[in-house]
């Protein structure tokens, strides 16, 4: 198509492309455990928090995703018994998300998966053109 010139030459396109491969490669390895990355990523979250516990503003905000995104991906890991869902105390309105115990094991697996990747992906590229990249993001 004609478009692919301009597609190959813009910062906008070629991040987003690259991005989703990425995210591809990762979901591969995610798919054993029948989780997306933003729930893996979740999880792991709450594993390396104090008392495995946030709230639901801490989550949204974290991942940058609505509330009716993280609200359902909650609901698909509370469904699978991994995490508990409750509302704080002087706030019925405000709710706190808590890691089960039978979720910990799971949590050492994806923090595995994902240095494995993050590992594979910079091993690619020189520590100084990993450091100019990020610099370059933050111009962007």
């Given at each position: ?13 070629q ?15 995610l ?25 639901f ?6 991942f940058?995703?609505?509330?009716g995104?993280?609200?359902q ?48 992906v ?15 993001l933050?111009?962007?």
């Open positions: 198509m004609k478009i692919l010139q301009f597609l190959s030459q813009s910062p906008d396109f991040l987003d492309s690259k991005s989703k491969q990425l995210k591809n490669q990762l979901q591969l390895r798919n054993e455990h029948d989780l997306t990355r933003t729930q893996a990523l979740f999880l792991v979250a709450l594993y390396f928090e104090e008392g495995h516990q946030v709230s503003d801490q989550l949204s905000q974290t940058e995703i609505s509330k995104g993280l609200s991906n909650l609901s698909l890991l509370e469904n699978k018994k991994l995490i508990r869902r409750s509302a704080q105390k002087g706030d019925r309105r405000a709710n706190d998300v808590t890691l089960r115990d039978e979720a910990k094991d799971l949590c050492i697996k994806l923090i595995g998966i994902f240095d494995q990747h993050q590992r594979e910079e091993s690619r590229v020189e520590d100084s053109e990993l450091k100019d990249f990020f610099s370059t933050e111009k962007l």
